[in-house]
């Protein structure tokens, strides 16, 4: 059990493999799906030589010819070309019949139909996520005397208190200590709440992480290193399949309500996409093509993560605000404190490399340690260390959410929390009316950032050692947490530095005015330092106004987040996600990455020059036997097919998986074809044979005609571009028109981590 | 003079072609640029053999060789690959002096200090356009006593009036028919106003035409098609050059305020293209690689779209909205409003689909009639006709921007326009308060009703013929006129409709509420005609956005957008730019369009069955006449070498503007190099060649050894893909690795034409 959250089908316990067997997956459904296009363009132009009674794989695709193996890259170019053929036929078909006609229009919708019920299904999920984390995360709390269904808010609902504060002490609320002792003050009750709340937080952590180890190992982590990995061609079987969604939809419930320090932004992103790849078998045109799927999870993938902020904004308790973190700030911002936002892009950065590096140190310490084996207990500790040490303090006991939310939160004359704890204003400018100006720090607000700065510790610590666990887990909220904090400490600082300074600030502040606004330095903060951890900067910015509705904070966003991306690249280029898929090993060709080394493709194809000759097929000289043996000697995807040994001259690419289909159907089905057939990938019989051999076993239909193909000359960096931009699996590799080897996408990620001085044995999958 | 706003170089007047090497282009600096990549990484493979006094076209590039010929595709793989060759010399110098250090952090830091240098200039220039033309338009109407130089608004910005209306008829400004005739009523004083609105507006047209035809052919249009097509890598010299940036942003303030109906965001983009490409020059990083231009101008392209509208709104005059066309409405939208919202989708559509079918057909007779022999009578012409027509209508004689603004506004209880002449409201169902409830329409609104009506037509018309004559004119503006004018009478329509029968509107609009906006239906039909033309949908959204600043109208702005779109494709996939496009035969590969036929490579590839056979070099059997003899017979821009011509193995691609700079390089400078020396595109000398033969030219240096290959039987949607993705120009055929043609870009075009039953000669451009 040494990292079965890194997607280990061969898992030492036997239970994940048996049951990667029952998660339905991405790839199951798409073993009926037809040949490839070369194929079928090849199919006109066949003559008739060829007798009967053959199966001719082109009119009647065999099953599992033109599928994946599992852990395995999808050839784009392949995929997309398959659904033009068969766009192009619907086409055709539609011009002859109504119903031809009606099934190419519904055809033509059916992209949009799939969105929406995507967006549907997502949202439901979202939703009931939303609420059931509401309830369990108060039940660490207390208990509704109503009914125990009802969480804290609703509870009150009904209450007849009319202030918000005392509506949130209404009597039906029970905490545990007043259930059982019958008093809330005191030693002893809080005891009772303390221990109660570890309690459940313990429970709740143990119910996910046994639920993830017993039905779906792959509903750990937050799911989109993994994401990213497939929708850039990897097969990973059952990753996105039903058990995979139920499991992490009600694990991540429990992982939120345990009070570690984790979001559901990430995880949500990898339900959405579960709902729209289970969706995806509703419709021929999706269920078929590995790159429709994709197109269509990348869509999905977008609007998870727009949706897990916004969708709970259609709050059904009747806030009908838009956004998550609603800000109306007092004041707008003034040029000079570009300055302390660009310290906070610098905070910001330093604090994404530093998570970062601790973080991959920690979990391949995991990896590597017997840490690893121990899973369940694990999290147990981490969460009984998190409640700790989070119950004591206001700030980390409430969720993440909540204390982002209270941090953005700009103080008005009403304010009662702790963060808005200032004297009262004493008018010494005489002004009227403006009490809302700048004022000393109280008693309250001393005590509150004390908490703040070591929720600020205890924050980034935890997180460290939470992110990798296995249990669902996101990290948007709690690095958006850590900046806020951050962000609200200098925020207070600089409106105090103010208030007692006010001719340092010459011009633009002058005494009794509002000029400092604490909450638009957290949501800086805030912005700062999920860039530093994610590396988005534009993207981040529209999130931002989606989270705040604040456009007029464009600048300072902007200012920090790219302060931050540059700081933190400055420690290492990649984001958390990237640095999650290269410790896993995933084959993932990182589209931004400029390769900046001069090697040619000769430098990086197969065979080097100290390795046996390239296994190549004859296109009409070799026996079924003689393919067969080639074929078992080797572990290669496939193999090149040459017009003779001697000339070397290209003619096609056959996949393993495909030959090996079609030579058993043959033996089994094919009268006459034995092992000493001949295997003719050409059209035509060949002279040279005698006329009393065996019937040769046709196999042109399973031969890609159009192999990409590159010469021993192309520099690197094209090649790598060619990969990146058409999607390819593999290239061969060509000098004066004479093949001379092959380059996969694994050699290329060998070759770059070579390059970089990484061990190129890191990359596990093809 | 036939179409010179067409890129026609060869112009019949003489005097573009004179000015043609006037204008400062595009192209102009690369002439310094290195070698290729491929060159460059063969030289470290070169063995010594080579006499040291040849010259060495890798060690020493000749001035030309890799530079690209006007009217041709550049090669983006090369160009990119050139640049990051150029990246990886820098950082090895780098490491070896702090000079080297220093040099390659402000190469990196090169490309933001550029784009900011483009913002300041293209912002000030945007600027200037904005003031000079208000300037200009206002003087069609009178003077400023203050100084001629005040528009309207400024010269009674200083008066004592308070309301704005009031204001707006201050002493210092008086209209023409006042200065001469000492009164403003009357039909006297309105003649007189008529003919000065129509002399000025056909001196300012006249001059812009006049100019545009002297000095800078290309300043004419909006660009925007130019810039795609230049942008996907097509070579015009000039284009983007400093007489095109002077004369354009001097004719677009002349064309605007001449009352045209046409918008100046267009030409804005093409002046930014412009400040790009001349800042570009400060660079050599920029300034010596195509692909890197391009990417900046890209960056721009996007930049300017959004500054043309932005930028506008740094108001001087002390108006701190952010937004163009603030809109703030007291209501928000119902459901049942979708079924409206639709509606206008359906007209943007419809008149999207018919503006670009009926503007096509009148430029194309333009191009083929004697009309477009006299394009400043022409201009003249229809000056003075949107000048007759427009003066009277109080809605056609503003500028389309205020059109729209007025448009798009609510009414509130202190409007004074015509559009808000609503009879007073008579407190029926005795509410207090909300006195901007629903209202029944008065004599005022149903004049404007009239009139709004007359300008729709009026504005359809004129637009179709303005748009592609011989001035700067953009879209933009008078689209959104259109569906504005449309969506606000629907509006009126609406909210008379629910004030006369309430009971059909039941449970959302009660008598006396304000439930239907008119200026939200102006704002939608706006965003319907823009994406009916333009063929935009999301990122029309997003600029009506920042247009308006109104984030509640996702749904309807959605809604109207995607019919739109919709209902316009059913007529014709092609939007206004591509039209345009393809009318001027560009050759533009449009990303998006799929390529849906069976055609396989062989089918589009030269030579044809019939043709003579593909020109080939070989790599060592030529001798420099028989290499100039072939060259000169052709007129191909790139020749393949091959081994021999019994083999046909391909060995490598050289351009016919390389081969001729080094071939008359090395007869003029290299000693002993006559017409029957042998030309060796390989590294050896061959045994065959006599020992007494004059010295070998050896062209290695710009042999590319990497050319892109296809085979034969490659489906042309997978060769269209790549020549998409990857930007390539030419694309060589194979067949079992022997050479079989030659696929261009302009190949692809020509059979997609024909594939589309249009005439394949219509693409005119390589």
């Known amino acids: 059990m040494n990292f079965f959250c890194a997607l280990n089908p061969a898992d030492e316990s036997g239970v994940s493999s048996t049951l990667?067997?029952?998660?339905?997956?991405?790839?199951?459904?798409?073993?009926?799906?037809?040949?490839?296009?070369?194929?079928?363009?090849?199919?006109?132009?066949?003559?008739?030589?060829?007798?009967?009674?053959?199966?001719?794989?082109?009119?009647?695709?065999?099953?599992?010819?033109?599928?994946?193996?599992?852990?395995?890259?999808i050839d784009w170019v392949r995929e997309k070309s398959k659904d033009r053929d068969r766009h192009r036929e619907i086409t055709n078909k539609s011009r002859h019949s109504t119903m031809a006609l009606l099934l190419s229009i519904s055809d033509a919708f059916s992209g949009w139909l799939l969105m929406l019920l995507v967006g549907l299904k997502t949202g439901a999920i979202a939703g009931g996520i939303d609420i059931a984390a509401h309830w369990l995360t108060d039940m660490k709390e207390g208990v509704c005397l109503n009914g125990f269904w009802f969480n804290h808010e609703h509870c009150c609902w009904t209450s007849n208190e009319t202030t918000f504060q005392e509506r949130d002490r209404c009597p039906q609320w029970k905490s545990w200590a007043e259930l059982v002792a019958g008093s809330s003050s005191g030693p002893f009750p809080y005891f009772i709440n303390y221990m109660m709340y570890m309690f459940w937080a313990l429970l709740f952590s143990f119910l996910a992480v046994s639920l993830v180890r017993a039905f779906a190992p792959y509903a750990c982590g937050s799911g989109i290193p993994e994401i990213k990995t497939i929708l850039s061609g990897f097969i990973i079987r059952g990753y996105l399949g039903k058990w995979t969604l139920i499991i992490k939809t009600i694990t991540l419930v429990l992982a939120v309500s345990s009070g570690l320090s984790l979001g559901k932004e990430g995880p949500l992103v990898h339900v959405a996409c579960c709902c729209a790849n289970i969706l995806c078998h509703l419709f021929p045109k999706y269920r078929k093509n590995e790159a429709k799927r994709r197109e269509t999870l990348w869509r999905s993938f977008f609007a998870a993560l727009v949706a897990a902020f916004t969708l709970r904004s259609i709050n059904p308790f009747g806030n009908s605000r838009l956004v998550l973190f609603y800000v109306e700030f007092h004041a707008p911002w003034h040029l000079v404190e570009l300055a302390p936002f660009i310290l906070l892009g610098i905070f910001g950065g330093l604090w994404g490399a530093l998570f970062i590096k601790a973080n991959i140190a920690w979990c391949k310490r995991r990896k590597s340690t017997r840490l690893g084996h121990y899973p369940v207990?694990?999290?147990?500790?981490?969460?009984?260390?998190?409640?700790?040490?989070?119950?004591?303090?206001?700030?980390?006991?409430?969720?993440?959410?909540?204390?982002?939310?209270?941090?953005?939160?700009?103080?008005?004359?009403?304010?009662?929390?702790?963060?808005?704890?200032?004297?009262?204003?004493?008018?010494?400018?005489?002004?009227?009316?403006?009490?809302?100006?700048?004022?000393?720090?109280?008693?309250?607000?001393?005590?509150?950032?004390?908490?703040?700065?070591?929720?600020?510790?205890?924050?980034?610590?935890?997180?460290?050692?939470?992110?990798?666990?296995?249990?669902?887990?996101?990290?948007?909220?709690?690095?958006?947490?850590?900046?806020?904090?951050?962000?609200?400490?200098?925020?207070?600082?600089?409106?105090?530095?103010?208030?007692?300074?006010?001719?340092?600030?010459?011009?633009?502040?002058?005494?009794?005015?509002?000029?400092?606004?604490?909450?638009?330095?957290?949501?800086?903060?805030?912005?700062?330092?999920?860039?530093?951890?994610?590396?988005?900067?534009?993207?981040?910015?529209?999130?931002?106004?989606?989270?705040?509705?604040?456009?007029?904070?464009?600048?300072?966003?902007?200012?920090?987040?790219?302060?931050?991306?540059?700081?933190?690249?400055?420690?290492?280029?990649?984001?958390?996600?990237?640095?999650?898929?290269?410790?896993?090993?995933?084959?993932f060709l990182e589209p931004k990455e400029e390769f900046d080394h001069s090697s040619l493709a000769v430098d990086v194809m197969r065979p080097r020059r100290s390795d046996p000759a390239l296994a190549v097929l004859t296109q009409e000289s070799m026996t079924v036997e003689e393919v067969e043996t080639l074929v078992e000697s080797t572990h290669y995807s496939g193999f090149p097919v040459v017009v003779s040994q001697e000339s070397?001259?290209?003619?096609?690419?056959?996949?393993?998986?495909?030959?090996?289909?079609?030579?058993?159907?043959?033996?089994?089905?094919?009268?006459?074809?034995?092992?000493?057939?001949?295997?003719?990938?050409?059209?035509?019989?060949?002279?040279?044979?005698?006329?009393?051999?065996?019937?040769?076993?046709?196999?042109?239909?399973?031969?890609?005609?159009?192999?990409?193909?590159?010469?021993?000359?192309?520099?690197?960096?094209?090649?790598?571009?060619?990969?990146?931009?058409?999607?390819?699996?593999?290239?061969?590799?060509?000098?004066?028109?004479?093949?001379?080897?092959?380059?996969t996408k694994k050699d290329i990620l060998k070759h770059m981590a070579q390059m970089s001085n990484r061990d190129p044995e890191s990359i596990l999958f093809n």
Chains 1, 2 share one sequence.
Not at 51 to 57: E, Q
């Open 648 to 743: 070397q001259r290209l003619v096609g690419f056959v996949l393993r998986r495909d030959l090996l289909i079609s030579i058993d159907n043959a033996r089994k089905r094919q009268e006459g074809v034995v092992g000493a057939s001949h295997v003719l990938f050409t059209d035509h019989t060949p002279a040279a044979v005698a006329p009393e051999a065996p019937p040769p076993l046709r196999l042109r239909g399973i031969l890609d005609l159009s192999p990409f193909t590159v010469t021993d000359h192309t520099p690197m960096d094209i090649t790598v571009d060619i990969f990146r931009k058409l999607g390819l699996r593999q290239c061969l590799v060509t000098h004066n028109g004479r093949l001379l080897g092959i380059i």
């Open 20 to 73: 990667y067997s029952l998660t339905g997956g991405l790839e199951e459904c798409s073993s009926s799906s037809s040949s490839t296009s070369a194929a079928a363009a090849t199919s006109s132009t066949m003559n008739g030589t060829i007798p009967t009674k053959l199966v001719d794989p082109v009119d009647d695709p065999l099953p599992g010819v033109g599928t994946y193996e599992d852990f395995n890259t």
């Open 377 to 587: 207990i694990e999290v147990l500790v981490v969460t009984a260390i998190t409640g700790l040490l989070a119950f004591p303090n206001s700030y980390t006991r409430m969720s993440g959410a909540e204390l982002i939310s209270e941090l953005f939160n700009d103080c008005s004359l009403l304010d009662s929390s702790q963060l808005c704890g200032y004297k009262s204003p004493t008018n010494t400018s005489g002004s009227v009316g403006n009490s809302l100006g700048d004022r000393a720090a109280g008693q309250g607000l001393y005590t509150a950032l004390w908490q703040l700065a070591l929720a600020l510790l205890f924050k980034m610590l935890i997180t460290v050692i939470t992110f990798g666990m296995k249990v669902p887990s996101g990290l948007f909220i709690p690095s958006m947490a850590v900046g806020a904090i951050a962000g609200r400490l200098l925020g207070v600082g600089m409106e105090q530095l103010a208030y007692y300074n006010h001719d340092w600030f010459n011009g633009w502040c002058s005494p009794g005015a509002d000029c400092i606004t604490p909450g638009l330095y957290a949501m800086v903060g805030a912005a700062a330092c999920l860039g530093g951890v994610t590396r988005m900067t534009v993207s981040l910015v529209v999130i931002m106004f989606e989270l705040t509705g604040g456009l007029e904070y464009i600048v300072p966003l902007m200012a920090a987040t790219m302060t931050s991306k540059w700081v933190a690249d400055a420690f290492g280029k990649e984001g958390i996600y990237e640095a999650h898929i290269r410790l896993n090993g995933y084959p």
